[in-house]
């Protein structure tokens, strides 16, 4: 059988034909892969939670909590880090667009006090060389006195509001790549906001729990963070207890409550 | 019976795709930064080379000449997307280093090429034979390349540390280093042959 000669309905009927072959092809390949590949999606995703809190027994995968903040549309994906049933720290997958070229994904985990244990720089375009350093440049220590470099086991209300020192703040920005720098905070102070609310989230969950269920891990770690709560910022303590009808009514009105004072 | 092992060998020494060819050359400089990676990428497009030659072969009857780039590319597109989301299912730290190269083998020309000039003139047999043996040779290229540039950039290779790394130059590691190192290694297969030659 000689070759098929190029006319128009020879052309159109190979190519076709080739298409819908490759097409099948692709979607068996499709179906046989899509759960391996979820599955290392989370296992990587898990792994990088393992790297920013402390240690935890829990999946923080199933127990992922969806804060929306004020103003933004998409919720924030929180996963909870819990040591025997009480919570040691959580997880916010925080992202800024801010960055040089744009958005840039991170992981950050807090512990239970207000303070930045690790974070995982996730996704990013940043010049390399220059922005890209983020992950080692905030791991480093500091030159010089006064100023922060390192973000690891920072507590966050200490240092607020997180400003380069080029915008008059104490945080010392990656040479030569200041709008990245700026962006990398930007992204922690969200970070903290969701972490925040999602703390606030749980420990009015937990008091509703509490009058159910005797001898819980819950009811001490509520205990514990209920002074810290109302020494904090008076307004919120206040407006936490106020509204404990619905949870996303809660998670945005103590955001409002705790937003003024952290963006600055 | 000789001219199915002849097509076998060729690939591997005689048309070398990266020492003699030098096609696929962005790959190759891109991902040799250091042995393993270099024989990953190698792998990958063997299996491509291997799936494109032989339904290439297969179907160049029904193919009419004037439409048989888009039909070839089509082909390499669909085998480089399903080598993509295997490796994504069962080999992801091997997705995070080779990144976007595994997607850019589609324009790899040495498989275009060899759809071009083997695949569409020759039987299933030869055409196969033929993939295997190029993609045999380029994977051997590349893993000699980033061996060479993993020794002399860090001081191991395939992870295995030789010699400490503050004797190690960093150069090897990044493009310019790949330039040289390639220069070197095609200069020496050069002298090689012409030596056999003579």
Not at chain 2, 58 to 73: E, G, H, M, Q
Request: charged share 20%; glycine share 8%; proline share 5%.
């Amino acid at each position: 059988m000689k070759k098929l000669s190029s006319t128009l309905p020879n052309m159109i009927l190979s190519l076709t034909i080739i298409c819908l072959v490759i097409s099948f092809l692709l979607g068996v390949m499709y179906a046989i892969t899509a759960k391996p590949i979820a599955e290392a999606e989370t296992k990587a995703k898990i792994d990088a939670i393992k790297v920013v809190v402390p240690p935890f027994d829990n999946n923080p995968f199933e127990e992922k909590l969806s804060i929306a903040l004020p103003g933004i549309d998409t919720p924030f994906t929180v996963y909870p880090a819990k040591k025997g049933g009480a919570p040691v720290g959580y997880a916010v997958e925080s992202y800024t667009t801010k960055g040089f070229s744009g958005r840039f994904d991170m992981m950050v985990g807090f512990d239970m006090e207000d303070n930045l244990i690790d974070f995982s720089i996730l996704k990013h375009e940043e010049t390399p060389g220059l922005g890209a350093k983020m992950q080692e440049w905030f791991t480093s220590p500091a030159k010089g006195e006064g100023v922060i470099r390192d973000f690891r086991n920072v507590n966050i209300p200490a240092h607020q509001p997180l400003k380069v020192t080029k915008d008059g703040g104490t945080v010392d920005a990656i040479t030569a790549a200041t709008i990245t720098s700026r962006a990398f905070l930007d992204g922690i102070e969200c970070a903290y906001s969701v972490y925040r609310a999602a703390k606030e989230q749980s420990f009015d969950k937990a008091n509703i729990i509490e009058g159910e269920e005797k001898g819980k891990d819950a009811s001490s770690s509520s205990a514990n963070r209920e002074p810290q709560n109302e020494d904090k910022n008076a307004p919120s303590g206040a407006s936490a207890q106020e509204n404990s009808s619905s949870a996303s009514n809660k998670a945005s009105s103590t955001a409002t409550g705790t937003s003024p004072s952290t963006r600055q | 019976m000789n001219k199915y092992l002849s097509a076998l060998t060729n690939g591997i020494i005689k048309e070398n795709p990266t020492f003699v060819l030098l096609l696929g050359m962005c790959p190759t400089l891109a991902t040799t930064t250091n042995a393993l990676n270099g024989l990953s990428m190698g792998l990958a497009t063997t299996f491509v080379l291997i799936c494109s030659n032989s339904m290439i072969s297969l179907l160049k009857k029904l193919i009419p000449d004037s439409v048989r780039i888009p039909a070839f590319i089509v082909v390499i597109a669909g085998f480089v997307t399903v080598v993509q989301m295997l490796i994504k299912a069962y080999l992801p730290e091997l997705d995070k280093s080779l990144g976007i190269f595994i997607p850019l083998i589609v324009v790899n020309c040495v498989v275009l090429g060899r759809a071009e000039s083997i695949a569409s003139k020759s039987s299933v047999g030869i055409s196969l034979l033929d993939g295997i043996g190029i993609g045999l040779g380029f994977s051997l290229s590349l893993t000699i390349l980033g061996a060479v540039r993993e020794m002399l950039g860090t001081g191991s290779i395939f992870g295995l540390k030789i010699y400490p790394d503050n004797y190690a130059s960093l150069l090897f590691v990044l493009a310019p280093g790949a330039f040289v190192v390639l220069g070197f290694l095609i200069a020496f297969k050069n002298h090689l042959s012409n030596r056999k030659q003579a």
